[in-house]
């Protein structure tokens, strides 16, 4: 997953620094990125890239579980956690047939309505679920000698597929109603103590970096922006915006303090996790989280809390809804916002290297 995450998460930083230096009104901030030609095909290409990422976690923890069968119901997994899945479609295709223009147009609305995504946690249950379910496949579907070709071509792909994507089903379905009330419990504390509301959403970007849980924080941040754009911009943006950087900061200051507990590979991407948690994508993150999640979130969801409290708390603004470092002169206190960004990523990176079980010699 790595390089999907790199390639495609440089390419995307890159993209705001060109438009930063060529210029955004300030009515279009919430097109950062993509506002003039060039940098909107550099975050093309970087999406598309990165768009993979979920897809090949989920395929490959599948393809370490199931081998090569795997390979397809685990993409497959990891493509429906990210995308979503209808789970009214099956019903409402059936009804639509012979009926008039505007009933077809409800169902369609209603399958539109029930498109829910999982994001990472989503994918990397997905992958562990998708290669279990292949195995069970190879275990129990015995075939005729002749036909062991057709078996591996034919049926396990399809079958393999057929059982990951309803099973999926169970995994997409809840977050719609977690991500609800996520966002109705952040706007009933909307209008009081900062503090709480920037250790709140803090530690939600670092919870699955990227899936259902982050989402719901930085979309409810966004709310807020629109509403105080004319006022200096909002404090929840810029508590959100600093947690998610946290995370893949976190990793750099851990592979760095704690190198005997790292691969060198892993060394090597901790790098790159600076450039990520500057642009502010907490994917980054992910590779450890998913490697160690038990160690690694709980650290992550520390410092990315504590530093949404230090910037609620000194009542710091933002005014545009993404770009990390390349943004950092549309915060009402640049020095003080990066130091509270490299607080938690300090308190962070110490607490995962402390945590971190030391290699297998």
Sequence with gaps: MLPFVIGGGIMIALAFLLDQIMGVPKDQLSHLGSYNEL????????????????????????????EKPGLIAGFAAGAIAKAGLAYGNIV?????????????????????????????????????????????????IKVPRALEGAKSILLMPLLGVALTGFVMLAVNIPMAAINTGLNNFLSSLSGSSAVLLGLLV???????????????????????LAETVTSGGSVVMAAVMAAGMVPPLAVFVATVLFKDK??????????????????FITEGAIPFGAADPARAIPSFIVGSALTGALVGMAGIKLMAPHGGIFVIALTSNALLYLL???????????????LRKPLDK
Excluded: C, W
Aim: no cysteine; net charge neutral; glycine share 14%.
């Design 262 to 279: 790292f691969s060198q590979e892993e060394r090597d991407s901790g790098l790159t996790n600076i450039v990520m948690g500057l642009s």
């Design 202 to 224: 803090g530690g939600m970007m670092a919870v699955d970096m990227g899936g259902p849980v982050n989402k719901a924080a930085y979309v409810f941040a966004t709310g807020t």
């Design 92 to 140: 409402v295709y059936a009804k639509v047939a012979g009926l008039d223009e505007n009933a077809a147009k409800e169902a369609v609305d209603k399958i539109s309505s029930h498109q829910v995504s999982s994001g990472f946690l989503g994918a990397l249950v997905g992958g562990f679920l998708a290669g279990g379910i292949v195995l069970l496949l190879r275990k129990y």
């Design 340 to 354: 509270f960004i490299l607080i938690g990523a300090v308190v962070s990176g110490i607490l995962f290297g402390f």
């Design 39 to 66: 940098p909107a095909l550099f975050k093309s290409i970087g999406d598309i890239a990165f768009s993979f990422m979920l897809p090949i976690l989920a395929g490959y923890i599948a393809y370490s579980i199931a």
